[in-house]
């Protein structure tokens, strides 16, 4: 059965920086493209920004500037950068594998 497992989260000041990680557990990674989604209180869940295999990455344009994707094959792991946080970056971050496998999501704050 495949897990991911998220870690990295918590409570940061407005203009603060997390590193979100997902680990794997699945035999084959680098054939996945991974995505980070998020859900903010009472919103719909939104698309942060995805990785293919090979490196490829792409971010909406609210954290383009600001929150880089990058993955490790070896360790089978994706991370998630955040810098420059904003209260609104508030909500639970989840990780996905291809496109039905969820992570149970973590939890990120920003204070203002």
């Known amino acids: 059965q495949v897990q991911l497992v998220e870690s990295g989260g918590g409570s940061v000041q407005a203009g603060g920086s997390l590193r979100l990680s997902c680990a794997a557990s699945v035999k084959v990674f680098d054939i996945y493209i991974m995505a980070w989604y998020r859900q903010a209180p009472g919103k719909e869940r939104e698309m942060v920004g995805s990785?293919?295999?090979?490196?490829?990455?792409k971010l909406a344009d609210y954290v383009k500037s600001r929150f880089t994707i990058s993955r490790d094959n070896d360790h089978k792991e994706i991370y998630l950068q955040m810098n420059s946080l904003k209260h609104k970056d508030t909500g639970v971050y989840f990780c996905?594998?291809?496109?039905?496998?969820w992570g149970q999501g973590i939890q990120v704050t920003v204070s203002s």
């Open positions: 996905i594998l291809g496109t039905i496998t």
């Open positions: 990785i293919t295999g090979d490196g490829t990455t």
